[in-house]
């Protein structure tokens, strides 16, 4: 997932990349009312993206929901075969595109797999198109079969750069082709899933993310959060800060989200398809964020930072707060504040780095 991707503002933290098989994040669970519904409900979950961080996420919030019925009850995808480690145990990881839906098993499918731009730089545009749109075939089919009953299929903010671009060529030009690209997939992702889901009768949450913080972060150097943590857990580190504009972000916690979209998906009286920014009532620039950082984890450290460019315009990638603050109130849901998102993202990261 993208859309958290805020480089340069932060420098980078490779030497402390994460384990490929962090285990379950004991922090993250979904409401008892939520965990209930959901064994109760019909469906097999299908996770695509398993590897990733909203792949992990949701099936550590499914593990603890369904207890000792996961193993039956959860199909984890990938790009290839593989296991992952979740509370101890091995889940196995199938290929999605040789994966076929079991018959007449209703499902709810997380569709978290595309590749993201960092894959990008490795092939050229037109192999990445071609393999992103078999991936969405591959999920469209399992739609066109009436196997799929509800999906979550997340965006990314990019994709307002991409609409941005097609009103005004000059900055799109001005803006990074692989960006451009990326949210131009993204945009057509939408579409086709809206359309698919609203022809077959399937109930879609199609979330844009923005900035996500919370267990099973992976990729410490791409997040400017997971940056700033990673550097301040070495020994004696501190917090360097790259980005010579204002850089502003607006986090929301990975529980919240899986909370509110799984919940929105088992109301009857919510809209059949559903597209929403995250983004929480906090707006922070990069230098405040790292001080908070720098204070929920008990350092003194000041963070490091060139002057800023007064000819630089911000960098602002925070999403619209009207939309998902009407879908929380509709679940009662309290979004968590950043220094709680700071900490649970902290104690996670910590975990995989003393592994």
């Known amino acids: 997932m993208a859309g958290n991707t805020a480089p340069p503002a932060a420098a980078p933290a490779a030497a402390l990349?994460?384990?490929?098989?962090?285990?379950?994040a004991p922090s993250l669970?979904?409401?008892?009312p939520l965990a209930a519904a959901l064994r109760a409900a019909p469906w097999h979950f299908v996770v695509t993206g398993a590897n990733g961080w909203l792949g992990r996420a949701t099936l550590a919030v499914l593990r603890h929901a369904l207890g000792e019925d996961?193993?039956?009850?959860?199909?984890?995808?990938g790009s290839r075969a593989a296991s992952l480690e979740l509370d101890g145990h091995?889940?196995?990881?199938?290929?999605?595109?040789?994966w076929t839906p079991p018959a007449n098993t209703p499902l709810l499918v997380c569709h978290y797999a595309f590749l993201t731009m960092d894959k990008v730089q490795g092939m050229s545009a037109d192999d990445y198109v071609a393999r992103n749109e078999a991936i969405r075939n591959a999920v469209l089919g399992w739609i066109?079969?009436?196997?799929?009953?509800?999906?979550?299929?997340?965006?990314?903010?990019?994709?307002?750069?991409?609409?941005r671009g097609l009103e005004d060529p000059e900055l799109a030009a001005a803006r990074n082709p692989n960006a451009v690209?990326?949210?131009?997939?993204?945009?057509?992702d939408e579409?086709?899933?809206?359309?698919?889901?609203k022809q077959h009768g399937a109930r879609l949450v199609l979330p844009r993310v923005f900035n996500l913080a919370g267990p099973c972060i992976n990729k410490f150097d791409a997040y400017a959060l997971a940056s700033f943590i990673a550097q301040l857990l070495k020994e004696d580190g501190g917090i360097t800060i790259n980005a010579r504009r204002p850089v502003l972000r607006s986090y929301y916690y990975i529980g919240d989200l899986l909370e509110l979209c799984f919940g929105l998906l088992l109301r009857a009286d919510a809209a059949p398809v559903l597209r929403f920014d995250t983004a929480a009532d906090e707006v922070v620039e990069l230098e405040p964020l790292a001080r908070r950082v720098a204070s929920v984890l008990g350092k003194q450290a000041a963070p490091a930072r060139a002057a800023l460019d007064p000819a630089l315009p911000a960098d602002r990638y925070v999403g619209e707060r009207a939309g998902i603050a009407a879908l929380e109130a509709m679940l009662g849901l309290r979004p968590m504040a950043l220094d709680e998102q700071i900490s649970r993202t902290a104690d996670y990261i910590a975990g995989v780095l003393t592994k």
Do not use: I, M, N, W
């Not at 990349?17 to 379950?24: F, T």
């Not at 690209?181 to 057509?188: M, Q, S, V």
């Not at 579409?191 to 889901?197: E, G, I, N, P, T």
């Open 144 to 163: 066109a079969q009436g196997a799929v009953q509800a999906a979550l299929v997340p965006s990314s903010g990019a994709v307002y750069d991409y609409l």
């Open 17 to 24: 990349a994460p384990s490929l098989a962090p285990s379950l």
């Open 70 to 77: 996961f193993a039956s009850r959860v199909t984890a995808l």
């Open 29 to 32: 669970a979904l409401s008892a």
């Open 90 to 98: 091995a889940v196995p990881v199938s290929p999605l595109l040789d």
């Open 181 to 188: 690209l990326y949210g131009r997939l993204k945009h057509e």
């Open 191 to 197: 579409l086709a899933f809206a359309a698919a889901c």
